[in-house]
């Protein structure tokens, strides 16, 4: 499988997206350090296409700074400057299309 790299530096940093039917593997790196760190579990993400497009939804969020999806795993690492509720990310990754089972970090 060919592997794909996405990187998103800040809330305006614009990603290039496939067209979803391509089925290759990608994974979001994340692009800087964070002040604090929170992980998720997203269910549904098959190819670039829903990485991108989580990632775009989850930077909208006041005060994310990065975010890394591991395709494979399914694991969204956000990096933010403030604490990022649930509900808020619930709403994004619904936004995008998929499905918040939980957040990882406790």
Do not use: N, W
Request: hydrophobic share 40%; net charge negative.
């Amino acid at each position: 499988m060919s592997e794909t790299t996405l990187t998103v530096e800040s809330t305006t940093a614009a990603a290039s997206s496939c067209c979803g039917s391509c089925g290759t593997d990608a994974t979001a790196a994340m692009a800087g350090t964070a002040a604090l760190t929170s992980v998720f579990q997203v269910k549904g993400m098959t190819c670039g296409h829903c990485v991108t497009s989580v990632t775009a939804e989850l930077t909208k969020i006041d005060g994310v700074t990065d975010v890394a999806v591991d395709l494979a795993s399914g694991r969204v690492t956000v990096g933010s400057t403030r604490p990022l509720a649930d509900t808020d990310v619930a709403a994004a990754v619904d936004e995008a299309g998929y499905d918040l089972v939980g957040r990882l970090d406790g």
